[in-house]
């Protein structure tokens, strides 16, 4: 991974050369470990560093931040005044970069609701119309040198890999409908920088932290504990944004209250409460009884079962071009929505998942039977034997609102 030498290569400074940057180190007085982090991270110096480079090397900050790729807003504006002239200079580049269109796609696997394609998701995701897609969901290699089916490189260059997700991210936006949802799961570190591109060309929702340890916990840092789920839609606001109620948590073992309702049990909703921008209950898959293939990240069936429901409808199309274990067509094909997908690696886990849909269908049953109400059937069952509060016994009260569930929503972080 890592960045380009592009601090380096902008000071002319040959990156592989210890004695080139050891006379950088010396005539600027910055110590080597020091312009060593900036060339790794691709971080313009401030303070005293950048003086010292302006005074002894003679370039500038401006020039600096241009050469490494680092715009802000500021110098954003100065390219903006003098656009004509640099569309002259780049614009013949851009116009020319173009990723094939496989005239003869076939896919490799279909269904009555959907299509499967074994290829590159750039070149496939051109044969979509635009304006065709009601949901995009896409959970994209992570650039963690990862060794996947279809020996992709996941260790790009961090430029590179930036540059990859903007092109895949600019083909699934294009396809979108007005009204549509885009969702994209990654680390932090990716959705953090990809969030700018996506604000410039959709409407922002959510930044969802799905509560999920995925790493060790590593001295002097904190342990990443959540994945980034960014939600976003094509025009001011989506055709559809109706989420799952959420079942209060209770005691596993006594089946009791884990928080004290005082006098406002009756005016918890009786569906369940609402879902926010954390989500606790996404479970990864480890269990080998769910787990379809070994190794690559598989993703749950209760995570794309959410985000399905909340922003699409029966007969909606679903797209996502990173097949995997074909996690979301096979939700999407179960719930009744179109699918559009494509895997550059074997398809064949995914068509035999296909085959065995019945496993994933009572999987799916068994997620939904539990959400939607304030207590789980199971566990309704148990505080009804052992003398707990429902939604029925404290019903005599007033009738949940939304209002009062919002207030309650307060009530429950303690801010009332
Ligand atoms: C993180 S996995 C997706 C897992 C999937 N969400 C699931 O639940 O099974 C990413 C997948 O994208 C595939 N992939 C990587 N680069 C691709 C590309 N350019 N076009 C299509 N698929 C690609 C990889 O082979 C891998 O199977």
Known sequence: MGYSDQFFRSLDVDPSSNSEIGQLSKKTGIPVPRLRYYNEGNIVPTGSDMSKIEATVGIYEL?????????????????????????????????????????????????????LYQEDCLSALKTVDSDSVDLVFADPPFNLDKLYPSKMNDNLKIEEYLKWTEAWLRECIRTLKPGGALFTWNLPVWNSQVSNFLHS????????????????????????SHYS???FVKGQKPSKLEADRLPTPTCPNCFGDLKDYGGY?????????????IWTDIPPVRHAKYKKRKGANELSVKLLDRIIEMASEPGDLVLDPF???????????????????????????????????????????????DINHLFPPSVKRE????????????????????????SLALFEDGES
Request: proline content about 5%; glycine content about 8%.
């Open 383 to 406: 505080r009804e034997r052992r003398g707990h509060w429902t939604p029925e016994s404290v019903a005599h009260k007033n009738k949940p609102t939304n209002d009062s569930a919002e």
């Open 323 to 369: 097949g995997g274990s074909g996690t979301t067509y096979v939700v999407a094909e179960l719930k009744g929505r179109r699918w559009w997908g494509c895997e550059l690696g074997p398809c064949d886990i995914i068509v035999d998942r296909f085959e065995r849909i019945s496993e994933d269908r009572s999987h799916l049953e068994k997620i939904r039977a």
């Open 229 to 231: 789920l960014l939600y």
């Open 265 to 277: 049990k009756h005016k918890m909703n009786p569906e369940g409460i609402s879902l926010t921008d």
């Open 63 to 115: 020039d600096l931040a241009v050469r490494m790729g680092r715009l802000d807003h500021a110098t954003t504006e100065l390219l903006q005044e003098h656009a004509s002239e640099i569309l002259e200079l780049i614009g013949h580049h851009r116009r020319h970069t173009h990723t094939p269109f496989p005239e003869d796609l076939l896919p490799v696997f279909e269904t009555d609701h959907g299509q």
């Open 201 to 224: 060309r959709l409407t922002f929702k959510h930044w969802i932290a799905a509560d999920i340890k995925y790493s060790l916990p590593i001295k002097g840092r904190l342990y990443p």
